[in-house]
């Protein structure tokens, strides 16, 4: 024991003169802007670069450096909309006083080229003759390094650090270190103008150096590159390192390995072992095998357990010590399964775009990391894919300690300005830069995945292929993918998983809501594990009240310029209403697409895109937060993890609209994906009205739900005859003694109904003799559906935009849900909230909207479809008007088929049809009829983009 403590004080002592032997850069920097690159050819190393100054680590436009920001400033990334240049509209934003660009986010300067930055360091007396370096983390995109006159190199990586070996002799005393920065894509590496390591359309292509910048010194024979490879079956830690010996002589000494689990509750301590060594050559491999003890502690999204391996060498005088963070934790295929440690996953990701507003580029601390990746977990899910990226190792610290399973990706979406598998510069880039980013962040338990990037074009099936080949002999401790793809691109036969498009989404453009169907017949052929890729990609309405929180080196101008367009359509009043309403439509669509895919068999998992907002490719809130992580105000965590979450109970549903003479049936299943079986589990269920009442409630037989299954547990049936007036009710399933439940609406109508139309002109054009009935002060009820011509332009289905009509070019939907006025009498009869909600879909899918740009200000309709932000169109589906003397109610949505089979019309049509027979029929506001007729005749300018490319999706063939 003895032996033990006094082992520990050493390590203690030789920790702390480690610490020592290394001296931080940051600070105050000289600076230069290159704007010719002419620095090498009149050697600006050699003196001083000049008076300017900047602050380190930072990039240019943290230090208010770079170009203001024009209609001519040259952006890294696509423009597929290029209205803003042209629309007649737009001309108040492209003033450089009033500069609004709708693409994405502004940067408040922006510099694409060379710049210098230069600064005196001071070479410690001690360090003399011992190897030294020079550590950049997070430069950007290629450095070179002189000290004094002479050139240290140059190094080109996007997601490693930059190390220069600089000279062992270099001696005591002041020096001239001067680094050298090129962030343009043609001189450096292109990677494809859209990839997220570069693009303005996310982080930005900036210039400057982020993270650590520091001088570190080394003992003469020290370690290097120190791998774990966890051994579970054999409860061994296997430990690779090299001993780099620049003495040019031999040398012996010992090495000890340690190790001790140290965020348990409770810690594990490994006795540490000690193995001779002797050192002939400059470098030399070592691998020694640690045995743990019978505790063994696993790492896993359920318990993030972590040890800190201490590697000591010690050879004559001189002392190296290392700590290394590791986690045992084993990730494998079987058939089309992931499994964690032997037990069966689902990946439940986002994917992370490198959207950070504040600063411009991914966050270097690991507090930042660990308050996304906790607010990941909040919402039931358990993993992140980096879009042709990777993080800093900030955020494989934190995910380590939290628990999230990580796919960083080469920086790369090699498509829209090169090509992957033809020869260029890219192929050998993405190979070396995967290679550095394993052997930098390698031993993290949470890097259990690698792709080559996001969506290629070229000679890439080959490529990616060769890719997987080469990481699966190499380095075990994770899968790998070739690239995670959109579903027209072809399938990669090399893959050990899948991320790919073609199993997600929903088709209520077509078909009825149910909760039937799923996405087998997709992934039934495919052999491996599939993760869906990218899904989701609802949209919600901007929130405007996001705007001030933009502080930092990027203003959301494209927020404001669709806030003052909104206002200019006489709408400001609607924005916190249309942000509502779209974001529950948003959040149903993600509900049910995600319920679909835990109802397939051997779904691997999926990656939402995304939990959060995207700034770019035409502004594309899909997130249900905003890009800073927070809540929008129609959904929290708890809400969320009903259907996102280890355990999901689910139902089969026909439809969620029945009369009251059928009978509700329901089968019960659930996903589990949890860390042990539930045993002897009891499932509830309830069916409560809109007041919270319980109308029929039940359970099925206990039953043992085994971890890694989708089990079916019974079928539920409610006859429904007993419900006599139009009802809204809710059907929940839960899991007796856990938190997991999930819940559905459902709606019941009365199967007879007579409408009362005495009094009331029904009809389906306001000719003549409707304007006779308004003009004696009479009511008139126009049925519009199919008659409109002034809003036919306008698509509209019952789901939101999909990630947003500017990137895509005005491909349908142009609506992102619909807001109704539910507090106003019309509704009297008819049972809704504020939004569009499930039994909409038969009133608003494929129906026409109106457009009332024309009406008086301050008009608003009863139910108001949603227009895409880029246009913000006054659109209406139900208005009520004085016209002269006479009232009148117009309807867009069908109120006339097939009646007998649409509940949700029929009883819409009664409704209007009573308020109409009221007292309480007193439209506010008087709307001439020729305005309304305009409805009917005028024909509404087509939108246009201008820009001939297109995004890949819409492109035909495979790729």
């Known amino acids: 024991m003895k032996k033990i403590v006094h082992f520990l004080v050493l390590l203690v002592i030789a920790q702390t003169l480690l610490a020592q032997q290394k001296v931080s850069l940051a600070g105050k920097w000289q600076f ?12 600006w190393y050699t003196t001083s670069i000049g008076d300017e100054t900047v602050r380190l680590p930072g990039t240019m436009c943290e230090n208010g450096k770079g170009d203001d920001i024009t209609l001519k400033t040259q952006w890294t990334g696509s423009l597929y909309d290029s209205s803003f240049y042209f629309n007649p509209a737009m001309e108040k934003y492209r003033k450089l006083d009033n500069l609004k660009l709708p693409f994405f986010l502004t940067p408040n300067k922006h510099y694409v080229g060379v710049a210098w930055y230069q600064r005196e360091i001071d070479i410690p007396e001690e360090w003399y003759g011992k190897p030294l370096s020079l550590f950049l983390e997070r430069a950007h995109i290629q450095t070179m390094v002189w000290i004094d006159n002479k050139f240290m190199g140059n190094i080109m990586s996007m997601n490693t650090p930059h190390f220069y070996f600089l000279s062992s002799y270099l001696k005591p005393g002041k020096h001239r270190l001067t680094i050298r920065i090129d962030n343009r894509l043609k001189t450096t590496i292109d990677p494809g103008q859209n990839s997220h390591s570069v693009t303005d359309q996310t982080q930005g292509n900036w210039n400057g150096i982020v993270g650590r910048i520091e001088l570190q010194s080394r003992p003469q024979v020290h370690l290097e590159h120190i791998s774990v490879f966890p051994d579970l079956k054999n409860r061994l830690a296997k430990v690779s390192f090299f001993v780099r010996n620049e003495t040019g002589k031999s040398y012996k000494g010992n090495i000890v390995l340690s190790a001790k689990s140290f965020n348990a509750s409770d810690p594990q301590t490994i006795d540490p072992i000690t193995a001779p060594f002797t050192s002939d050559s400059l470098v030399k491999q070592i691998d020694i095998a640690l045995p743990l003890n019978d505790k063994m502690q696993l790492w896993s999204e359920f318990s993030p357990t972590l040890y800190k391996l201490t590697v000591s060498l010690k050879s004559g005088e001189a002392t190296d010590v290392r700590d290394v963070e590791f986690g045992m934790r084993e990730i494998k295929i079987e058939g089309r399964g992931i499994y964690v440690n032997g037990i069966r996953t689902m990946m439940r990701g986002t994917v992370e775009n490198c959207d950070f507003p504040l600063t411009g580029y991914a966050p270097m601390d690991r507090a930042s990391w660990e308050a996304i990746f906790r607010k990941c977990k909040s919402y039931g899910l358990n993993a992140m894919r980096f879009h042709s990226y990777c993080p800093p190792e900030a955020a494989f610290e934190a995910a380590d300690r939290v628990g999230i399973y990580l796919q960083p990706e080469g920086p790369s979406w090699p498509n829209h300005s090169t090509s992957l598998g033809q020869g ?3 192929d050998a880039y993405l190979m070396d830069e995967t290679i550095r980013m394993t052997s930098e962040y390698g031993n993290h338990a949470s890097f259990v995945m690698l792709a080559a990037g996001n969506e290629p074009r070229g000679n890439w099936v080959a490529w990616v292929g060769k890719f997987v080949d080469y990481w699966k002999a190499k ?6 993918t070739g690239a995670s793809v959109g579903g027209s691109w072809a399938w990669q036969p090399k893959n050990q998983f899948h991320v790919k498009a073609g199993a997600r989404g929903l088709n209520w453009d077509k078909t009825r809501p149910e909760s039937m169907s799923d996405f087998r017949q997709n992934i039934d052929t495919v052999k491996q594990p599939f993760i869906s890729h990218e899904t989701g990609q609802w949209c919600a309405f901007p929130d405007f009240t996001e705007i001030p929180k933009y502080t930092g080196v990027k203003r959301a101008k494209n927020f404001e310029l669709f806030q003052e367009n909104l206002a200019d359509n006489d709408m400001a009043d609607m924005s916190r209403k249309f942000l509502m309403a779209s974001g529950k439509l948003q959040l149903l669509c993600y509900k049910h697409d995600l319920e679909k895919l ?9 990656y939402l895109l995304g939990l959060n907002d995207y700034s770019g490719q035409g502004t594309a809130l899909v997130g249900v937060l905003n890009v800073f992580w927070q809540e929008k ?5 708890l809400s969320y993890r009903r259907f996102c979450n280890t355990t999901v109970p689910l139902v089969r549903m026909e439809k969620f609209v029945f009369n009251n003479n059928e009978t509700l049936k329901a089968g019960v299943e659930v996903a589990h994906y ?4 539930l045993k002897e589990a009891t499932i509830r269920w309830k069916v409560s009205d809109a007041n919270g009442n319980v109308v029929e409630e039940g359970s099925l037989p206990k039953q043992t739900i085994p971890a890694g299954s989708r089990l079916a547990l019974g079928n539920i049936s409610m006859d429904l005859s007993k419900i006599t007036a139009p009802a809204k009710l809710n059907l929940q399933v839960a899991i007796d003694g856990t938190s997991y439940a999930n819940d559905w609406n459902f709606w019941v109508y009365p199967t007879t109904i007579t409408d009362n139309t005495k009094g009331i002109l029904v009809c389906h054009e306001l000719d003549e003799a409707a304007q006779k009935v308004l003009a004696k002060g009479g009511k008139v009820l126009l049925l519009a559906a199919g008659k409109v011509e002034y809003g036919k332009e306008v698509v509209q289905y019952y789901q939101p935009v999909f990630w947003n009509t500017s990137w895509f070019k005005m491909r349908p939907p142009h609506t992102t849900g619909a807001y109704i006025d539910n507090s106003h009498p019309i509704f009297q009869n008819f049972v809704t909230d504020d939004w569009g909600d499930l039994q909409w879909w038969e009133l608003l899918n494929k129906a026409q909207t109106m457009q009332l740009t024309d009406f008086p200000k301050g008009f608003h309709p009863l139910v108001q479809p949603i227009d895409t932000w880029f246009i913000n169109r006054k659109l209406g589906m139900l208005f009520e008007a004085q016209v002269g003397k006479g009232k009148i109610v117009v309807c867009s949505m069908d109120l006339d088929n097939d009646l007998e089979n649409r509940p949700v019309a029929r009883q819409l049509r009664y409704s209007i049809l009573n308020y109409m027979q009221s007292k309480a029929f007193k439209p506010q506001n008087n709307v001439a009829i020729s305005t309304i007729e305009d409805i009917f005749r005028k024909t509404a300018e087509k939108v246009k983009t201008y820009s001939k490319d297109v995004p890949d ?7």
Request: without cysteine.
């Open 475 to 480: 380095d075990s401790r994770r899968i790998y």
């Open 953 to 959: 999706e819409l492109k035909k063939g495979t790729r």
């Open 674 to 677: 949890g860390a042990s079986d």
């Open 598 to 606: 835990y109802r397939t068999p051997d779904y691997a998992g999926f």
């Open 424 to 426: 260029k510069p890219i």
């Open 633 to 637: 105000g129609y959904v929290d965590s």
């Open 32 to 43: 230069r802007i290159d704007r010719n690159d002419e620095g090498i050819d009149k050697s």
